[in-house]
């Protein structure tokens, strides 16, 4: 029988951190995987999510499930946290494992309605979007984002793309530190692009990963909350993984806002979904997420983390712009320095991005996205010289 077993596209990401770990050379560069480093190579535990585990393990008195959609009071502190004034009565909340159940669920949901929408998606966008949708038989479809090349957002034409969206339909963005490209649109592009959105009656998906990364956390959580201020109904979905830095540990929400006549129905759908996929989701990282935001001291302790991981990436950024200029003469990364958050995207054609590899040992997600995070100073001028001798290539 699984003779007949078709092949599955793996995650690029994956494949990288594959092609990676067979590479024998020593000086190999690793820049594929998304998990933040210090400047060690390593990724630490925040003493704040230390300290909030030893409360647990002395206080915690069951291991019983939770209810289908999770912990009631980690929702609420959560979604108050990012919402801010707009979190409240009219939102449906779930705990999930992280952010890639909370996108699958509303895949799902979506995807089973009676007339089911189109999902837009920036080009290009977060490499498991299409995999999710696919797997879920949701329908979707691209406008462009990004010119890697020109090294500069596609704003006019991915609002032109969205003239063909009907009204119903689902526009799936992201808040901050743009994965892959690390290029955020401004404040005045993300309220011309609420203004078409609105205009058109499309709904809008917001998926938010890297809170903290850009500006910090209360500023991060800006578009978010703009966004549930001014829509009757949006999605928002919520990873903590590189926030709290607890990747393995899965801690994750989905919130969805409704009119008051389709709550109960859209928590039973929520409900529903959940039961046939993960089920419950693990607790023990919403748990520590919700005992940092409720003690001012460990939450003041786990802010100053983030803004010290924050200020990591933005110095690495600029040692990329500085090195360049200083060393080389020449200002073609220059704008790693004008972005935000672990990723962005090299000026590499396929062939160029291949030569990265394979002669130099540089490995990056396939279309050129590096994770900044993972570079350490004495990377930087070799990783410079690397992609100036691919470009000089015909």
Not at 154 to 160: G, K
Not at 236 to 244: E, H, M, P
Not at 329 to 356: C, D, H, I, N
Request: glycine share 8%; aromatic share 8%.
């Amino acid at each position: 029988m699984f003779e007949k077993l078709e092949e599955y596209p793996v995650d690029p990401i994956m494949i990288g951190a594959d092609y990676f770990a067979q590479d024998p050379r020593r000086d190999k560069l690793n820049l594929t995987v998304g998990i933040y480093q210090d400047q060690d190579g390593q990724t630490p535990v925040l003493r704040a999510v230390k300290e909030a585990e030893r409360r647990l393990v002395e206080t915690q008195m069951t291991k019983s499930y939770l209810a289908l959609t999770g912990d009631a009071e980690y929702c609420a502190v959560l979604g108050q946290e990012i919402l801010g004034a707009a979190f409240g009565a009219d939102w449906v909340a779930a705990q999930t494992s992280g952010g890639a159940v909370a996108l699958r669920v509303m895949a799902d949901l979506l995807a089973q309605m009676p007339e089911p929408p189109n999902v837009w998606l920036q080009t290009p966008t977060y490499g498991n979007y299409v995999p999710i949708l696919s797997a879920a038989g949701a329908r979707f479809a691209a406008v462009p984002y990004y010119d890697p090349i020109a090294r500069q957002i596609t704003f006019d034409q991915m609002l032109a793309g969205l003239n063909a969206a009907r009204p119903g339909d689902v526009f799936l963005m992201q808040g901050v530190c743009h994965n892959p490209t690390g290029a955020d649109m401004t404040p005045e592009q993300f309220a011309a692009l609420l203004d078409l959105l609105e205009a058109r009656g499309i709904i809008p998906w917001i998926d938010l990963a890297y809170l903290g990364f850009a500006q910090g956390f209360d500023a991060d959580c800006a578009m978010a909350r703009q966004v549930a201020a001014r829509f009757a109904e949006c999605i928002v979905c919520v990873t903590l993984s590189k926030t709290f830095g607890i990747y393995r540990d899965r801690a994750g929400a989905l919130f969805v806002k409704t009119r008051q006549a389709d709550r109960a129905r859209m928590h039973r759908a929520v409900s529903a979904i959940v039961r046939a996929g993960a089920s419950h989701a693990p607790d023990h990282g919403p748990s520590v997420v919700r005992t940092i935001l409720q003690d001012q001291a460990l939450k003041a302790l786990w802010l100053q983390e983030l803004d010290q991981m924050r200020a990591r990436v933005a110095q690495v950024r600029a040692a990329i712009a500085e090195t360049e200029l200083n060393d080389f003469g020449t200002q073609e990364l220059a704008y790693f320095a004008r972005q935000s958050g672990m990723f962005s995207l090299l000026p590499l054609t396929e062939g160029q991005e291949k030569a990265l590899t394979a002669e130099h040992g540089i490995h990056v997600v396939k279309g050129g996205r590096v994770n900044v995070a993972r570079l350490g100073s004495g990377d930087i001028g070799g990783l410079i010289r690397a992609v100036h001798a691919v470009r000089a290539q015909a």
